[in-house]
């Protein structure tokens, strides 16, 4: 099964930046999608960013023009690199990937812990 490890959260200022990583390690035959989900207290889990094999990005509409999503496919690495947060932005961030460990097993979907970011004054 594929882990996922999370890292560069934490508090920021409004205007303020972070870079979050995501990397990928186990038995993996491929990696379809990479991307984060966010969870704000008493909120559902919503789409930030999510990116595919052939590097098609999606992004909500909330974050554009803001969030810069990229992934590393040589290290199984997915950057969230978020520009001008807003207060709004404090959520927890999970990581997400869609993989097959074989190309004979149907595709798998695994969640990282989450990473906490707050954005306040």
């Known amino acids: 099964q594929v882990q996922l490890v999370e890292s560069g959260g934490g508090l920021v200022q409004p205007g303020g930046s972070l870079r979050l990583s995501c990397t990928a390690s186990g038995t993996i035959y491929k990696i379809y999608v990479m991307g984060w989900y966010r969870q704000a207290p008493g909120k559902q889990r919503e789409l930030v960013a999510t990116?595919?094999?052939?590097?098609?990005?999606t992004n909500d509409d909330s974050v554009k023009g803001r969030f810069r999503f990229s992934r590393d496919t040589a290290r199984r690495t997915a950057v969230l690199q978020m520009n001008s947060l807003k207060p709004e932005d404090t959520a927890v961030y999970y990581c997400?990937?869609?993989?097959?460990?074989?190309?004979?097993?149907?595709?798998?979907?695994?969640w990282g812990q989450g990473t906490q970011v707050t954005v306040s004054s």
């Open positions: 990116i595919d094999d052939y590097d098609r990005v």
């Open positions: 997400y990937v869609d993989y097959r460990t074989h190309t004979w097993v149907t595709r798998n979907i695994s």
